[in-house]
């Protein structure tokens, strides 16, 4: 049981550059979300799944795009990156509200 | 709309030193969870303690210890007899359970850095 995973760990990127960040898990939990963590300002919410085939926008969705086409998937798109993406994304997965799983998180530098 | 406040946001202890990490909470929703979270300098986060709104006991963890009070939209955690390795940063976080998606809202954080 390998919980939340998500790839790649570190990522590279300059600015215009496109990318996905792939989150797997295998809680068979309905509902998925993408985190990302800036400092001094905790984690905020950026798209979110409800179940397979939906998505949501999350506080801070402006540059990503989502896609949850299998119920254990869920990737994170950045269509043309740009400096203040720099952050450490965290994907998660939730049953009921009650119990979460947390990626390892990645490590995203655009230059 | 729902919020997490953690008002400290570094504190610095000698090891042995008790230590109180503050969290307010706003919510309109009458059931929810209160969670902790550390955040190790390796970047994970390590699930610490989860409170549902209608448990409002104290809980005690060996050295660790959570205040739940509703009364004052608090879930404050306390370490004792704090060691170097509890220097990190927690996160307290909320999730409303009866309103679609559960979303789990963070506070800002609060740096504990332990010195020996």
């Known amino acids: 049981n390998a919980g939340v995973t998500q790839t790649p760990k570190f990522r590279v990127l300059k600015t215009g550059q496109s990318m996905t960040l792939l989150c797997a898990q295998d809680?068979?939990?309905?509902?998925m979300y993408w985190y990302r963590q800036d400092p001094g300002m905790g984690l905020r919410l950026i798209h979110y799944?409800?179940?397979?085939?939906t998505t949501a926008k999350g506080e801070v969705p402006d540059g990503y795009n989502v896609s949850r086409l299998k119920k254990q998937n869920f990737l994170l798109g950045l269509e043309s990156a740009a400096p203040s993406q720099t952050s450490v994304y965290f994907c998660?997965?939730?049953?009921?509200?009650?119990?979460w799983g947390f990626g390892p998180g990645t490590r995203l530098t655009v230059t | 709309a729902q919020k997490v406040t953690q008002a400290q946001t570094e504190i610095s202890v000698v090891e042995k030193e008790d230590v109180t990490l503050d969290c307010v909470y706003e919510?309109?929703?009458?059931?929810?969870?209160l969670f902790w979270y550390k955040q190790p300098p390796s970047g994970e986060l390590v699930f610490l303690i989860r409170r549902n709104s209608f448990d409002e006991q104290n809980e005690i963890s060996g050295r660790y210890s959570w205040n739940f009070q509703k009364s004052t939209s608090s879930f404050n955690f306390t370490i004792t007899a704090s060691q170097v390795v509890d220097s990190a940063v927690y996160f307290c976080a909320l999730s409303e359970a009866s309103r679609g998606a559960q979303k789990l809202v963070f506070g800002q954080g609060t740096r504990l850095t332990i010195n020996p």
């Open positions: 919510t309109r929703d009458t059931t929810y969870y």
């Open positions: 998660a997965s939730s049953y009921e509200g009650a119990k």
């Open positions: 799944s409800v179940g397979e085939g």
């Open positions: 809680m068979n939990h309905e509902y």
